[in-house]
């Protein structure tokens, strides 16, 4: 029996866009969230300017849009960053610490694709996250669950306006603030959460034995899934060669067949290049 | 009070040399591991067809010098594997079971060098090791803590002639073989007991950040230490570019001191080529 909230109201998946670039990945990720039919709320935290279109289309696939200040005099937690401009972006990524009307979030980089149903993370505690593979003893901060808490965003942006990001992102400031991670079992999520395809090419059998378990792909680094030149058949056209290359493209193919289920209905408010298509 | 067996019998280092190419990396792991000043004793697992100069070099720096068959029809245990030449390789390092006069064993490959003292590890239960790069949810087979057991060896082996390696090595072997790895904290090893600075052009600030934290460097990959050209004061010269290849060339750095300790007594020993040297 559920209680006075529902489970759909408690518990919610947010991703970030601050401009039109981003949109399309989150659009396609909300639309692969929405086949996993989970029944959780889907917010996409957006910076104000984003364009009508993307706007538009980001309003058809989420629950709930939340427009979240990317610039330092827009409200008065950036105000404490003064001087520190580098840190405009982490500091838009930590609003998803204000979702306060919900008790637990999976933030999702707007650059992952959900391959299969992730509910069973909100079982989980904040802060739990899966390794990065650059250094698997601290998190990659694609994917985690959260706490909604004024509290801890407050102390969050303290920390980045004393301390910095020694990364000049999110991950190193969040790594820092959460660093109880490494020591802490539970808080590690399995790989297959958060499965970043450009190290395919560091250990290429290891994805191939173990694709078909992938539960989240995060396209992180400089090129994005919705960047890449594909055929008149639509595949993707991509540098990789041998094994590696073939499992990234896989992959990226795989976020392609998620965009065609949405690509009548937003693939012109969304692509306004010709970037994506030949 | 020590027992009767004391620390340094129970306990022993390990490595593997299967040809002179090798050879180099052992002598400058055994140095780097003698600077730790370890009670423990040093030992090399070793193909009987070294060369007399590389098997001279070894035995000046081992305790103690552990022949072990290389092809498949030199013992019985091999015999398993007819059919699986590629295998070759793996079932050597699989011998390391077979050093059951220690009670605890650490094997390193012979491309790791030791930075700081690791005896800690010998605290450590079977199998423990640290993450791989590529797939953090498996481990990197080129650092672990093993308790030697002929019964454990014969299993393995039966294991790896019916099952195969999936990555064609030791690696995918021994984590099919110890499976519950990633589901044991405890038998994780910090990152740092097995960094590999290949992956270093993935995330950069990570390894700026906690470079003064790595125990063991692993040269993991296809380019290794000793094959560095370097300019005439000594320093190696490196294609990357920016801080990762900074950090990179700094670790290759690390590993040519350590080799200077050692180059007047067993240089023109281990480098018959000119490889390394400009
Ligand atoms: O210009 C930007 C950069 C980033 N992001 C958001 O911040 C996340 C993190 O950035 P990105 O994924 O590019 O970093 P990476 O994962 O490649 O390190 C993105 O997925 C988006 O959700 C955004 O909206 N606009
Ligand atoms: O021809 C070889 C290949 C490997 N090895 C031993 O097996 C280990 C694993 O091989 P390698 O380090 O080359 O693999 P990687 O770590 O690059 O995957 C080496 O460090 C050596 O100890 C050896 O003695 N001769
Ligand atoms: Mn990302
Ligand atoms: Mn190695």
Chains 1, 2 share one sequence.
Not at 35 to 58: I, K, S, Y
Not at 207 to 226: E, L, M, N, S, Y
């Amino acid at each position: 029996m559920p209680g006075p909230l529902t489970t759909s109201s408690r518990f919610a998946y947010a991703t970030l866009v601050t401009n039109d670039t981003y949109a399309v990945g989150a659009v396609v990720l909300a639309t692969a969230l929405r086949a996993t039919r989970t029944p959780h709320t889907l917010v996409c935290l957006h910076a104000p300017e984003l364009g009508p279109e993307a706007t538009h289309a980001l309003a058809e696939v989420f629950d709930e849009l939340v427009p979240v200040a990317t610039r330092r005099s827009a409200d008065t937690a950036n105000l404490q960053l003064l001087g520190r401009p580098d840190l405009d972006v982490t500091l838009t990524k930590l609003h998803v610490w204000t979702l306060t009307q919900y008790e637990k979030v999976v933030f999702l980089d707007a650059d992952t694709l959900v391959l299969m149903g992730i509910d069973e993370l909100f079982d989980r505690e904040e802060l739990s996250a899966a390794p990065d593979c650059g250094w698997p003893d601290i998190f990659n901060s694609g994917v985690f669950v959260l706490r909604p808490s004024m509290d801890t965003f407050h102390r969050l942006v303290e920390f980045a306006s004393e301390r910095g990001s020694w990364d000049g992102g999110d991950q190193g400031l969040l790594n820092d603030f959460f660093a109880s991670w490494a020591t802490t079992p539970d808080r590690r999520l399995p790989f297959v959460y958060n499965v970043t395809p450009t190290s395919v090419y560091t250990y290429a059998p290891a994805f191939q034995r173990f694709q078909g378990d992938i539960k989240v792909v995060h396209f992180a680094g400089p090129t994005k899934p919705w960047q890449y030149a594909r055929t008149s058949d639509g595949s993707p056209i991509g540098k990789g060669q041998g094994p590696a290359g073939d499992v990234l493209l896989n992959l990226v193919q795989r976020w392609w067949t998620a965009f065609t289920t949405i690509e009548s209905r937003f693939g012109h408010l969304l692509f306004k290049s010709n970037v994506g298509s030949t």
